[in-house]
């Protein structure tokens, strides 16, 4: 077989792919098509939302900010006992410390002090308690690392968030 016979066969069969593969997109356009039932109204789009939404929602960590009726926060209060409950015990810097701080400070993530290490502590105790607090509360890039807003935590009120800071400052002296 020489050039121009090989060239010639070659040349056919690519057409003959070609023409294969169009046919084969036509077919499958025929047979895939459009989807056969479609939204049409608004009305339609808004039951299909309320059938695909969620039962409920789950909040994890601090407490919701708003919440739906003031009926409904006593009912809630009376259910479930807030840390922030005038009957609150007097470790609720621990408490705040045990459930939002201990995951960095504990272990002296970015920087992070370590609960009772007097050393780490000593220079920023040595500015003061509202400096500290105002670190704590609306975060703070230092040399050693960084403190993020409220903990990361921006569901604390901010004399939960000094109650922790003084409870960490204390384990410190």
Same mark, same amino acid.
């Given at each position: 077989?020489?050039?121009? /016979?090989?060239? &010639?066969?070659?040349?056919?069969? +690519?057409?003959?792919?070609?023409? =294969? #593969? !169009?046919?084969?997109?036509? @077919? *499958?356009?025929?047979?895939?098509?459009?989807?056969?039932?479609?939204?049409?109204?608004? /009305?339609?789009? &808004?039951?299909?939302?309320?059938? +695909?939404?969620?039962?409920?929602? =789950? #909040? !994890?960590?601090?407490?919701? @900010? *708003?919440?739906?009726?003031?009926?409904?926060?006593?009912?809630?209060?009376?259910?479930?006992?807030?840390?922030?409950?005038?009957?609150?015990?007097?470790?609720?810097?621990?408490?705040?410390?045990?459930?939002?701080?201990?995951?960095?400070?504990?272990?002296?993530?970015?920087?992070?002090?370590?609960?009772?290490?007097?050393?780490?502590?000593?220079?920023?105790?040595?500015?003061?308690?509202?400096?500290?607090?105002?670190?704590?509360?609306?975060?703070?890039?230092?040399?050693?690392?960084?403190?993020?807003?409220?903990?990361?935590?921006?569901?604390?009120?901010?004399?939960?968030?000094?109650?922790?800071?003084?409870?960490?400052?204390?384990?410190?002296?």
């Amino acid at each position: 077989m020489n050039d121009r /016979a090989f060239l &010639k066969s070659f040349a056919g069969l +690519i057409v003959a792919l070609v023409a =294969l #593969t !169009v046919v084969l997109f036509v @077919v *499958a356009q025929i047979i895939g098509g459009k989807p056969s039932k479609t939204i049409e109204s608004t /009305a339609d789009a &808004k039951a299909l939302v309320e059938r +695909i939404k969620p039962v409920g929602e =789950l #909040t !994890v960590g601090a407490t919701p @900010v *708003a919440r739906a009726t003031t009926a409904t926060n006593a009912v809630m209060d009376a259910i479930i006992p807030s840390a922030n409950a005038a009957g609150a015990d007097d470790n609720k810097g621990k408490k705040i410390y045990d459930t939002t701080c201990m995951a960095c400070h504990a272990a002296g993530v970015a920087g992070a002090p370590k609960l009772g290490d007097k050393a780490a502590w000593a220079p920023r105790i040595a500015q003061g308690a509202d400096t500290l607090h105002t670190h704590a509360i609306k975060g703070f890039q230092g040399k050693a690392g960084m403190m993020p807003p409220k903990g990361g935590n921006m569901g604390l009120k901010d004399d939960d968030v000094k109650a922790a800071v003084d409870y960490m400052a204390s384990q410190a002296k």
